[in-house]
């Protein structure tokens, strides 16, 4: 008995990192998967995001578990876009019950000299393309009539400021509010939404030369072991990063049955960094 056994859930920028991680423990779990990531390019992202073939690397680990899988390229700026593939997932698997909306991007710039662009793409993506994936998939939980769940994945920068991160953190505030507002709304269908808000977390957004520069611009050339010098402070418990398994289990919990009566909430998923 898996905790998703019948279920299908829709994850976003699910070709690596947490995304993928979601996608194949729901899979584990029970669950069928219609799952996004996108070959576009954002221009401002300081690090390559994920390619076809960490999509196929997640419908791959995902078949291992013996559940199926519907992918499409959809980049969650495109409405139109994502609305066909979560159409096509459905009428393949049937049914939608969970939708977790973790496709993000990270840049930094001090607030007063970052470009237009910069602040854009990353209200673009982190914040306008997720209401547009939430738009594209959610009603089809409705029509279900069965109820559901929806998770959305915001940051510890909701709580922590970080100088540099103004529009990052703009726009997972803002998915804060859109939370609450959609867990009120969707409740008398028995439709469930969250948000979840990781620490520094060990994927590609932060292994990268642009996050290094972020948390150590006293150095020259700072590598992933000063990175970790400054990220192991920022959390009490000791731990530098965390896996993206770490946050798939507090994911796993809020979709699953047992959390049936937890909605409209902000979950830390912070190692005691807010404290
Ligand atoms: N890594 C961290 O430290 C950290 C901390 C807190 C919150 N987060 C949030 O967690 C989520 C997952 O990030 P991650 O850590 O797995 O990093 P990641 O870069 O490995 O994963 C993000 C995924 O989103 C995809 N994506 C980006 N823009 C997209 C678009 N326009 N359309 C469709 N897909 C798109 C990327 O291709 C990538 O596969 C993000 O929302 C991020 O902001 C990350």
Redesign the pocket.
């Known amino acids: 008995m898996g905790k998703l056994d019948g279920k299908v859930a829709f994850v ?10 979601h996608a194949v423990r729901f899979a584990s779990e029970g669950a069928d998967i219609i799952a ?5 390019t ?1 221009g401002t ?1 300081p ?1 390559p ?3 076809a073939e ?2 196929a690397e997640t419908a791959r680990l995902i078949e291992k578990t013996g559940r199926r899988v519907v992918t499409g390229d ?5 409405y139109a876009g ?1 609305a066909a593939v979560v159409e096509q997932g459905v009428a393949t698997l049937g049914r939608l019950d969970i939708v977790v ?6 840049s930094t710039a001090p607030t007063l000299e970052m470009s237009e662009s910069v602040w854009q793409d990353t209200i ?3 914040l306008t ?1 997720v209401w547009k994936s939430l738009k594209a998939s959610v009603p089809h939980i409705i029509a279900g009539g069965r109820g559901g769940s929806v998770v959305i ?5 909701t709580v922590l400021a970080h100088e540099n991160t103004a529009h ?1 953190a703009a726009a ?1 505030a803002g998915l804060v509010s859109l939370m609450q507002v959609m867990a009120k709304e969707l409740a008398p269908q028995n439709i469930r939404v969250n948000t ?11 292994l990268n030369e642009a ?1 290094y520069r972020l948390f150590r611009p006293e150095l020259e050339n700072p590598g992933r072991a000063d990175f970790e010098e400054v990220t192991a402070k920022l959390n009490r418990l000791p731990v530098a ?2 896996e ?1 398994e770490d ?1 798939t289990g507090t994911v796993l919990h809020l979709v699953s049955d047992d959390a049936k009566f937890i909605t409209g909430t902000t979950q830390l998923i912070d190692a005691g960094g807010a404290l």
Do not use: E, F, W
């Open positions: 976003t920028g699910a070709g690596r990192g947490q995304g993928r991680s996004i990531d996108t070959t576009a954002v992202v690090y995001l994920a390619t960490d999509l959809a980049d969650v700026r495109d994502v909306a973790n496709a993000g991007i990270c673009d993506v982190n393309g994945t915001s940051s510890l920068a990052y997972k979840v808000h990781p620490t520094t977390v060990a994927t590609d957004m932060m996050a990063l965390l993206p946050i």
